[in-house]
């Protein structure tokens, strides 16, 4: 019989465990498939029934003119009070006092004070009319309050600068557009390239945000697979069924490489689950804050699913030579958390950080953790890179290979078998 | 040496400080059923282990079918099957699952596999407990499992390591009955290590007998009560250590 025959009998063997063991499974696919949609639901819900709040305080409580124009500190306070409510991000309240607003809105997040002598600022042309903001210590919103709030300030000012554009050219007897004066430099719509200069569109910069998305999505196939491949050989030990399978006629390729290749297939169903949990929890966090849409297409989805059988390979090839050497669950179990501690760390960077753009002294030893090539073959089909993505996939493979080759090495039967196991 | 199954020269086997095995010699004859006697520690399962390839000697030659162990590690392979003595099976797998996964890890291809897994069931004899999960079997259940996927591949040689450990009273006799019938119907050379003094009478054509790593006595059970002039091979052990003979 033939070596890949043996190959498929032990995982063969192995999916037939796997399928049966409920709780790997529930850990895998049901853990994301929930938790991610359900983290996207509470900040679905969140967004909606408890959007910041911003309060208005009117203390100026004056009128005055702007040419023929009466302008009231209460009309400023319900523009403020209009464009935050337009933005259907925030919700905002006027009020006629600091403490009615304390005692009213407890939870706010920001308080908008128009001061005494506002008005008599704002219809000046010599000075500055200055709101007061107050920010609640501790609150959550506070920095989205914040941003609104500087919307909205934009769209006030622009209305009050166009009432003053308009009178002074009215004076001056000139004709005037205010918005070369209100904002005489504006940026046209926006082109995409690529690092090289490459034009790109609006989808491409869509498909890249969704390749980073996919790049992090590669961290969930660690735990699984350090967990499943710790169980396979120690397990064996523990459940004393490794000493019959060591007296079979298979040799410690076969062995450890049936037991690889039937980890990678659980890699597999929680790469899957994974994205599928992404899916559900990005396209909540669209529908309630209208952040960019993901773009998945088909070559995408290829690669990706090539990246997840290559990190689920390379995840356990990684942990293979010291479980095969370890006497002790223990022992495995810090090995696990190494490992996946540094999935955790590039998978993690990948999503907020593009490697190739940092300096060469950080990408040195960033370019020794063979999961780091996993994300960049992403990164280069991002890019349409195709040699990048050829030495990045053949490093992440001859990585694989060679920590198996070294388990096969270092692959040691009596020390599996004789030795504590706790 | 055609008519040797196992040879065994000088065996030694060290363990850091210890010294497992000091020097043991026999041989097993083709079709024999020999047995290997001795308290806890003396050196048996650390004797089986090395015949069945598993772990290596510190020195000694040890030949299976004119095949030494250590150079022939694979050939040696396809000639025994091994049942140690704390053997668990697959759980989340059921009895025949367990058997077929066995069979086709030896057999040339999944007709034969099916073959020998079928015959594994005529040996486990479970009934239609067969198909179900091994996590729901009794301990004597798996150990049947396991005798049978022993003796399911025909092997040139068995090595059972304390085969009835661990089991009641019928379930220990059914499975020695197996056992010798199997042996017979077979030709089947057969080493196994026990505790159980009646097991080994009942079994063995000769038997070893093994203390703190060195064969005190070889010989029939007849020869060694008479040798020892005692009723039982359990008296004949313990004189053979305090050195009592005849």
Request: glycine share 4%.
């Amino acid at each position: 019989m033939n070596k890949i025959i043996k190959i498929k009998v032990i995982m063969w063997k192995e999916f037939i465990d796997l399928l049966r063991d409920y709780k790997t499974i529930a850990a895998t696919v049901l853990l994301p498939l929930m938790i991610l949609p359900v983290l996207g639901f509470i900040s679905f819900v969140l967004a909606r029934e408890r959007p910041p709040i911003v309060i208005i305080v009117d203390e100026d409580k004056s009128t005055g003119y702007l040419g023929n124009e009466t302008i009231s500190s209460r009309y400023i306070a319900y523009l403020f009070a209009y464009f935050i409510n337009a933005s259907r991000k925030a919700m905002s309240f006027i009020s006629s006092s600091i403490d009615e607003a304390l005692h009213s809105y407890p939870y706010f997040d920001v308080i908008l004070v128009i001061r005494k002598g506002f008005i008599r600022n704002i219809t000046s042309f010599e000075k500055v009319a200055y709101i007061l903001k107050i920010q609640r210590v501790g609150s959550a919103r506070a920095n989205e309050a914040a941003l609104i709030v500087e919307w909205a300030k934009n769209w006030v000012s622009g209305i009050i600068a166009t009432k003053k554009i308009n009178i002074i050219a009215y004076k001056a007897n000139i004709t005037i557009n205010p918005e070369s004066i209100r904002s005489p430099i504006d940026l046209e719509k926006v082109q995409y390239v690529t690092p090289t200069g490459e034009k790109r569109t609006l989808l491409d910069e869509l498909k890249a945000q969704t390749a980073r998305l996919l790049m992090f999505a590669l961290f969930f196939i660690a735990p699984p697979i350090v967990t499943f491949i710790s169980d396979s050989i120690i397990g064996e030990r523990e459940r004393k069924t490794i000493e019959i399978l060591l007296t079979a006629p298979i040799s410690k390729t076969e062995l450890l490489l049936g037991k690889v290749f039937a980890t990678t297939i659980l890699g597999m169903i929680a790469a899957i689950a994974d994205i599928m949990g992404l899916l559900i929890y990005f396209y909540l966090l669209y529908t309630s804050y209208g952040l960019l849409p993901i773009i998945i297409d088909l070559s995408l989805l290829a690669i990706h699913s090539l990246m997840v059988f290559i990190t689920s390979l390379l995840t356990a090839a990684l942990i293979l030579p010291f479980i095969v050497r370890t006497k002790t669950i223990r022992s495995a179990q810090i090995v696990s958390s190494a490992v996946i501690s540094i999935a955790t760390i590039v998978f993690f960077m990948a999503l907020f950080v593009e490697i190739p753009s940092l300096p060469l002294i950080i990408r040195i030893p960033l370019y020794l953790i063979p999961f780091t090539h996993c994300a960049l073959v992403i990164y280069s089909y991002m890019y349409d890179y195709a040699l990048g993505l050829v030495v990045h996939l053949t490093i992440a493979v001859l990585s694989s290979l060679t920590l198996i080759i070294i388990a096969y090495k270092v692959f040691d039967e009596e020390r599996i078998l004789i030795g504590p196991t706790t | 040496m055609d008519n040797v199954a196992v040879y065994v020269r000088d065996l030694r086997k060290r363990y850091g400080r210890i010294e497992a095995l000091r020097g043991i010699s026999f041989s097993v004859k083709r079709g024999e059923i020999f047995g290997i006697v001795g308290p806890n520690g003396a050196g048996k399962t650390t004797t089986l282990r090395i015949i069945a390839t598993l772990i290596k000697p510190t020195s000694g030659i040890v030949k299976v079918f004119n095949l030494d162990v250590v150079k022939h590690r694979n050939k040696v392979r396809k000639l025994i099957s091994y049942l140690p003595e704390e053997a668990g099976v697959y759980d989340r797998l059921t009895g025949w699952e367990n058997l077929l996964f066995f069979a086709r890890l030896y057999a040339e291809d999944y007709s034969e596999a099916e073959m020998m897994a079928n015959y594994g069931a005529r040996i486990a004899d479970l009934g239609s407990r067969l198909y179900d999960k091994a996590e729901t079997y009794s301990k004597g259940m798996k150990r049947r499992l396991l005798l049978a996927k022993t003796l399911m591949l025909k092997p040139k040689l068995a090595l059972l390591d304390e085969p009835t450990t661990g089991l009641d009273v019928f379930a220990a006799v059914e499975i020695r009955n197996l056992i010798k019938e199997y042996a017979k119907e077979f030709n089947t050379t057969i080493i196994l290590s026990s505790h159980n003094m009646l097991e080994v009478e009942f079994l063995c054509d000769r038997v070893a007998l093994i203390n703190k790593g060195i064969i005190i006595d070889i010989g029939t059970p007849t020869d060694l009560k008479e040798k020892y002039n005692v009723n039982n091979l359990e008296e004949a052990f313990v004189n053979a250590i305090r050195g009592v003979r005849k």
